[in-house]
């Protein structure tokens, strides 16, 4: 089946610094890769759809200039946490969808604590 | 209203028990449903998609109502390992293939 790479796994940074999260769709090509965050006990909250080539689709209540999402090829999305504070803190998962399987596939997720 | 709900559980269960989720959607222009199991702090893996006419896959059987638009897992014969919260994901006509929106989980657990 088809793959998605996530990665770091986890992470712990100083407020105020900047965290890049990379995910990777191994083995085929996503036009389209989600980026959803997931606090404890909650649901997956989509934050943007990543667009290779053009500018991400962000949800409402999501700063685009907080959250940095670069969709430069067809494998690869970078979501970047500008300026983390202790509130970002949170579980990131990535998604891409593979028109070949017709199915929907989850990084593994990153886990983000920010001191 | 939420446009996808799950009751969050948890469901606790003896090992063997047949138990059930149900997942309501709010968007009647719903057209692709899914189960994902997700295990504490990993991703979701796909469990089954779910189609109208339902579908088995060993001790598993989703179902679709379109109707009453709710979706159901039926797991049969509990296993220990089938402890996990069990999302559902609902798309909609007019979104990215695979924009899809989740419900909180039913958190299932199966004890000896």
């Known amino acids: 089946g088809a793959v998605v790479s996530q990665h770091p796994s986890w992470v712990i940074c100083k407020s105020g610094t900047s965290v890049k999260i990379e995910c990777r769709s191994l083995d085929f090509q996503a036009t389209t890769m989600f980026w959803y965050r997931q606090f404890p006990k909650q649901s997956l909250m989509l934050m943007a759809t990543?667009?290779?080539?053009?500018?991400?689709?962000?949800e409402q209540g999501v700063e685009k200039d907080k959250f940095l999402i670069n969709h430069a090829s067809l494998t690869l999305s970078t979501l970047t946490v500008t300026s983390a504070h202790p509130e970002d803190s949170s579980f990131y998962i990535c998604s891409a969808y593979s028109l070949r399987n017709e199915k929907l596939f989850f990084g593994s997720g990153t886990q983000l604590s920010v001191l | 209203r939420k446009e996808v709900e799950q009751d969050p559980g948890p469901f606790n269960v003896p090992e063997g028990a047949t138990v059930a989720f149900n997942c309501t959607y709010s968007n009647s222009a719903s057209q692709s449903f899914f189960w994902y199991r997700q295990d504490c702090r990993k991703e979701p893996k796909l469990l089954m998609s779910?189609?109208?006419s339902g579908n088995e896959d060993g001790r598993f059987t989703a179902q679709l109502n379109r109707a009453s638009q709710y979706i159901s897992l039926l797991i049969r014969d509990s296993k220990l390992s089938d402890s996990a919260t069990y999302l559902c994901?609902?798309?909609?006509?007019?979104?990215?293939?695979?924009?899809?929106?989740f419900g909180k989980g039913t958190k299932l657990s199966v004890k000896p």
């Open positions: 779910v189609y109208s």
């Open positions: 994901g609902v798309g909609y006509y007019g979104g990215s293939q695979g924009n899809l929106i």
């Open positions: 990543s667009n290779e080539g053009s500018k991400a689709t962000y």
